[in-house]
């Protein structure tokens, strides 16, 4: 293994990618970087060597890239701040992950991961649009924390939004003040959600649309919607040990299909 240092060895890190061999890890020094990176081989370790690496899109045309993972696996993203792209990260493949980044201002979508699978978000925080996950299983997002995600308003786009995507984790997240879904489920099968905390969305803080067989389980909701959990043509579901609060004349859970229910506490706050 070669450790190869931006700026020092090489001035950028699309550079630095591109004179790497597998294995190799690449350590990105403090500073401002407005590239687009490509990633185009297998087992890289990038890592922010510094509190202040940021990957700025600010001058790049739309649509922009922080990183782009298209065909290539296992490459591990780490200490970045990403501001200003159209997408944070972009993954279509396997076994991929991303730590301890900041994501602001990134106009579509911080992290977008399609027809992948084993892939993993942890330890993020993210801001203004949030993680879509499209026709992927076995991935996982946990203990990242979501503000104000989608605060444009959109309601089909949410903090998380899994589609066509199934066996993942959402697990130990912080989501607050979305413009409008904490997490959303579409036409998604077997996926956990477990001990997330969400509150004050303004839509709804769990969805699920033609989604079957998932659990909903410990999760702390405080919710400012009129519906904290939405189900529609879903069956199977299991909503359970989750501890709820709603406001006056808000309904904690609306649902449609079979959906088991059981020790949920829910409390209503009338002030």
Known sequence: ????????????????????????????????????????????????????????????????????????????????????????????????????????????????????????????????????????????ISQCNFTQCNTEGDSEYASIKLEDTNCNDITKNRIWYSGNNGIILSNSHNNNLISNQIWSNTDTDFSLENSNNNLISRNLIDSDTDKAIYVKSSNHNSISRNMIRVGSGSKSIVQSGSTTLSNNTIEELTT
């Open 1 to 140: 293994m070669t450790t190869i240092y931006v700026p020092d060895d090489y001035t950028t890190i699309q550079a630095a990618v591109t004179a790497a061999s597998p294995g190799d890890e690449i350590r990105v020094k403090d500073g401002s970087y407005n590239e687009e990176v490509s990633i185009d081989k297998d087992n890289l370790h990038i890592v922010a060597d510094g509190s202040n690496v940021v990957l700025d899109g600010s001058s790049i045309s739309s649509p922009s890239t922080a990183f782009t993972v298209d065909g290539y696996s296992n490459i591990k993203i780490e200490g970045f701040t990403i501001i200003f792209y159209s997408t944070g990260v972009y993954y279509s493949d396997n076994n991929n992950t991303i730590s301890q980044c900041e994501f602001n201002e990134c106009i579509y979508s911080t992290v977008f991961i399609s027809n992948s699978s084993n892939n993993t978000i942890y330890l993020c925080d993210i801001n203004k649009y949030g993680v879509f996950i499209y026709n992927g299983s076995n991935n996982t």
